[in-house]
Every structure is written in C-alpha cells, then in structure tokens.
C-alpha cells in the first residue's frame, strides 16, 4: 500500500511510477525557473496556489473597479477611500496581536461583502460604492502579496513573510 505523506495522500514519483515517503519530498518549493525559493514559513501558502490567491486579488480589484465604472462611481471618492483600510495599521502600535487582528478585521472580505448587500439591498450608492472601493484595496493588496497577518508580526502572512526572505 502507498505511504501517506503529510499532505494525506501518496506521494507517487512521476518519473518513475514508485512511492516515496514524505521525508524524501523537497523541503523548498522550485518555480519553473529551477531556482529554489526561501523555504515556506508555517501557515503560509506557497507555489501554484500562492500565484492563484494573488491572481484571485488582480481579479478582484480589476472587478470591483469595473463596477465602480460602471455604476458611476466617483473616482475622486474612489482616490480618497482608496488607503482608508490602511489606517488600520495603527492598531500595530497596541503590538502585533492586535495589530494583526485590527488589520485582517479590514482587510477581510466579510464587511465589504456585507455593506455591498446593505447598498444594494436599500438602495444607497455611497455605501455600495465604498464596498467597491474597500473590495479593490483588497484585491491590491492580495495581488502585491500582502495577506492576512499573524500574531508573530506584520511580515507574516498567510501569502508568505514579506521582505528579503520572500521579496515577490
């Protein structure tokens, strides 16, 4: 029977058609370029589905954007409005665990999510329109690599640590 590695399914050589056991596995994650990577960091994600979730962000701030356009938004309020999520980087002053929480408290999807049905739901464009806004700093910010912060400190994400040890 084939052995379970610790993602709970066999690991299988391609190549070779045998299964390896889960110690024999990279410790590092290769791109397609061959260069080996900084090695992931515990929680965070990494290769193809690191590059699907900071796809997933492009799309998001492109369609958030789009409908901004196209339900005549503002762009001046949309400039203005644009970093207001950023102000909850302050609460890094009361120390990591409750900037990190403060932080993935706005840059969460839940509240966006749930004012865009406020706005829709009774009607009031400048609530609607700041769903959008909030959406598209979102989906930047997940593009640029910026995820959901842990406790430890505001380089430690859930999409990898920001800086020198993961610069992309």
Request: charged content about 10%; proline content about 7%; hydrophobic content about 55%.
């Given at each position: 029977m084939a052995e379970a590695s610790r993602f709970g399914a066999a690991a299988v050589g391609a190549a070779q058609g045998?299964?390896?056991p889960a110690s024999a596995l990279p410790a590092q994650i290769r791109p397609a370029t061959g260069r080996p990577s900084a090695p992931l960091q515990e929680g965070a994600t990494g290769g193809g589905v690191r590059l699907l979730l900071r796809a997933e962000g492009v799309a998001l701030l492109l369609l958030s954007m789009a409908a901004f356009a196209r339900f005549g938004g503002e762009w001046s309020f949309f400039a203005l409005a644009?970093?207001?999520?950023?102000?909850?980087l302050l609460a890094y002053l009361a120390g990591p665990r409750a900037g990190a929480a403060v932080y993935n408290a706005a840059h969460s999807l839940v509240v966006p999510a749930a004012l865009l049905a406020l706005g829709l739901a009774v009607d009031w464009a400048p609530v609607f329109?700041?769903?959008l806004v909030w959406a598209a700093?979102?989906?930047l910010d997940r593009?640029?690599?910026?995820g959901l912060k842990y406790a430890r400190g505001?380089?430690?994400t859930h999409l990898g640590q920001l800086g020198p040890v993961d610069p992309w």
């Amino acid at each position: 029977m084939a052995e379970a590695s610790r993602f709970g399914a066999a690991a299988v050589g391609a190549a070779q058609g045998q299964v390896r056991p889960a110690s024999a596995l990279p410790a590092q994650i290769r791109p397609a370029t061959g260069r080996p990577s900084a090695p992931l960091q515990e929680g965070a994600t990494g290769g193809g589905v690191r590059l699907l979730l900071r796809a997933e962000g492009v799309a998001l701030l492109l369609l958030s954007m789009a409908a901004f356009a196209r339900f005549g938004g503002e762009w001046s309020f949309f400039a203005l409005a644009f970093l207001l999520p950023d102000l909850a980087l302050l609460a890094y002053l009361a120390g990591p665990r409750a900037g990190a929480a403060v932080y993935n408290a706005a840059h969460s999807l839940v509240v966006p999510a749930a004012l865009l049905a406020l706005g829709l739901a009774v009607d009031w464009a400048p609530v609607f329109d700041l769903a959008l806004v909030w959406a598209a700093h979102i989906g930047l910010d997940r593009a640029l690599g910026f995820g959901l912060k842990y406790a430890r400190g505001f380089a430690y994400t859930h999409l990898g640590q920001l800086g020198p040890v993961d610069p992309w």
